[in-house]
């Protein structure tokens, strides 16, 4: 089919070359020019694994292409809207004014018979209210939303051979042609038995919402038994291993540390509540502010655990932080609690260095007053402390014997629990995890 992709963000860049591996006629369009001209040339402006390799690969094919008109969005049979929903400055809700930005410069590109796609991240009623908008401004054309669900590290993977696919479409002829365009954009997926759930606008659009409200929720109350466990002395890590077996809980998202962040489930959660809000339905999701409470105070206790981890006091010690991405895989540091912990150690008086492997241009971008150490060795000469926020595979196979010489104090604070504690105390390091004795 012939494609355009409206928005060349994270979503945007990695569905419009994932739409043309599938076989598909792409042009994928953005604003931006630079991030237009890098991409046509191949070059991806964020990391994500195995991007690079599948843009060289499309873009060789001809099948994809890079443009900063909409006009060039003509000619297309579906055109997918994948702009960003930041949260608005000052408040919890969503700004729409991308998505209707987008959706606005994309009507005069429109074609009988054409479909329009959201997989924006958006309030519900979004879809509702743009479908209105298209009746009155291109009748010929339908709009259907498709939420996308993909994980930072993985999102090549994800568009390729997603768990699931929804469509939220009109009921009537309209639903059942767009319910078919989609089938045939999904071919290679469905064809390999990726499941389709075929609903509403609104119950699409809350799907993803409801998704990532339970994921957090889910982190946020293994953290929670984290500081049950400190207090009681217990081991939130068995605890985790205990009832992740009961398999209507699973293990998976139960691991304690130092909590969520990125650029979707903190946003999502409060743009939900509210949403939830605006329609009188707040009481429904009340537990989801305690859930980012709960997320936002596992950053002051790192700050406190690392306090005491160096006797007491931060004022001139030397602090390294390994990794300030909010996951490892990715160079996003939007709403990281790594880099969050990280300002927060340099403001309470700690000589703080940073090193990660992809995040340390996005981080200098945020926090400038911090030292970034690309080199791992020279980050962590001399300190006083070792703070592994990210667990990238490097930091999880460190040799505690071969840090030894190289720090002044042999201090680790394990903010994701990925360490092995009898390794590193038998080193003779201080070893600190979350929620561990």
């Known amino acids: 089919m012939r494609i355009s992709v409206i928005g060349c963000g994270y979503l945007g860049a990695v569905h419009a070359a994932c ?47 890079f443009s900063s008109n909409i006009a060039d969005a003509r000619g297309s049979q579906v055109h997918f809207l994948c702009v960003g929903t930041p949260q608005r400055k000052g408040e919890y809700a969503a700004d729409l004014k991308y998505v209707d930005a987008a959706f606005s410069s994309l009507i005069d590109a429109l074609e009988a018979g054409n479909l329009v796609v959201g997989k924006s991240t958006v309030p519900v009623g979004t879809a509702a209210r743009l479908a209105d908008d298209l009746l009155e401004r291109f009748p010929e054309a339908t709009l259907a939303w498709n939420p996308e669900f993909l994980r930072e590290g993985f999102a090549v993977k994800d568009t390729l051979s997603p768990d699931r696919l929804v469509y939220g479409v009109p ?18 997926p469905m064809g390999l038995g990726t499941r389709r759930l075929v609903v509403d606008y609104a119950t699409a659009e809350l799907v993803k919402s409801a998704a990532n409200s339970f994921l957090a929720t889910k982190i946020s109350f293994i953290n929670a038994m984290a500081e049950v466990c400190d207090a009681a002395g ?189 390794q590193w105390r038998a080193a003779g390091w201080t070893y600190q995890g979350i929620g561990r004795p």
Not at 21 to 33: R, S, T, W
Not at 252 to 261: D, P, S, V, Y
Not at 353 to 381: I, M
């Open 234 to 422: 217990a081991d939130v890590t068995l605890l985790a291993d205990a009832i992740g077996m009961d398999d209507r809980i699973g293990r998976k998202f139960l691991n304690a540390g130092i909590g969520f962040g990125g650029g979707c489930l903190p946003k999502d959660i409060r743009a939900f509540m509210a949403r939830a809000g605006e329609l009188g339905a707040d009481q429904a999701l009340t537990f989801l502010r305690e859930v980012d409470d709960i997320n936002l105070r596992r950053r002051i206790r790192v700050v406190e655990l690392t306090r005491q981890l160096v006797g007491g006091s931060l004022l001139g010690k030397r602090i390294t932080v390994l990794g300030v991405a909010f996951k490892p895989n990715s160079d996003d540091v939007r709403d990281s609690p790594a880099l969050s912990i990280a300002a927060q150690l340099q403001l309470q008086g700690a000589d703080v260095t940073v090193t990660d492997p992809e995040a340390l241009s996005n981080a200098k971008g945020r926090f400038p007053e911090l030292t970034y150490e690309p080199d791992f060795n020279a980050a962590v000469t001399k300190a006083n402390a070792l703070l592994v926020l990210t667990e990238w595979d490097q930091y999880r196979s460190l040799s505690p014997a071969d840090l030894a010489s190289q720090v002044t104090s042999k201090n680790i604070l394990d903010g994701r629990n990925v360490l092995d504690p009898v």
């Open 171 to 188: 009921s009537g002829e309209d639903g059942h042609r767009a319910t078919e365009q989609l089938d045939e954009v999904y071919a290679g």
């Open 19 to 65: 739409m043309a591996k599938l076989g598909h006629e792409v042009v994928a369009i953005d604003v931006d020019e630079r991030k237009i001209s890098e991409l046509q040339a191949g070059r991806s402006h964020f990391f994500e694994p195995g991007l690079p390799e599948l843009l060289h690969e499309v873009l060789q094919t001809g099948r994809l292409k």
